[in-house]
């Protein structure tokens, strides 16, 4: 999947076995996170993942976490340790999770961003720069 291209739906369940889609998730802006409790990029990157939450979030971004993890209880620690509030889901199947081969993730963390009409508008930002990428998309200053 390439920028341009709309975001194919997904199903999979939360840590307490509720199973959500990307459709129902979708805010003016969406970020599908892709990462695991054993990926130690992922965890560094975590804490701007929740700053970016807490202040965009109610100005219309919403976040999917993709976990590629294979173990349910690190997967969950994870979530708590690292204060992870918005939804979160895995297939338990780690980098043949069928969400991550339907959207080409090859590594992690990937992150891809979605507009409010579905489509990939950009792909593997971080920090500063899905920052900006969001404040824009949601038109924020």
């Excluded at 959500?20 to 003016?28: A, Q, R, T």
């Excluded at 979605?114 to 920052?131: T, W, Y």
Aim: one cysteine or more; glycine letters at 6%; charged letters at 25%.
């Amino acid at each position: 999947m390439t920028v341009g291209d709309p975001a194919p739906n997904f199903k999979a369940s939360t840590p307490d076995g509720k199973v959500v889609s990307l459709k129902e998730g979708l805010g003016k802006v969406t970020l599908i996170d892709f990462w695991a409790s054993w990926c130690e990029p992922c965890r560094e990157e975590n804490p701007s993942v929740v700053a970016l939450y807490a202040e965009l979030h109610s100005k219309g971004l919403n976040i999917i976490s993709v976990s590629l993890d294979d173990d349910a209880n690190k997967w969950k620690a994870a979530i708590a340790e690292d204060k992870l509030s918005w939804t979160q889901v895995s297939n338990l199947k780690e980098m043949q999770d069928p969400i991550a081969l339907q959207y080409g993730v090859t590594q992690i963390p990937t992150t891809i961003l979605i507009d409010a009409s579905g489509k990939i508008v950009a792909r593997d930002l971080f920090g500063e720069d899905l920052k900006e990428k969001i404040q824009e998309l949601l038109d924020i200053k």
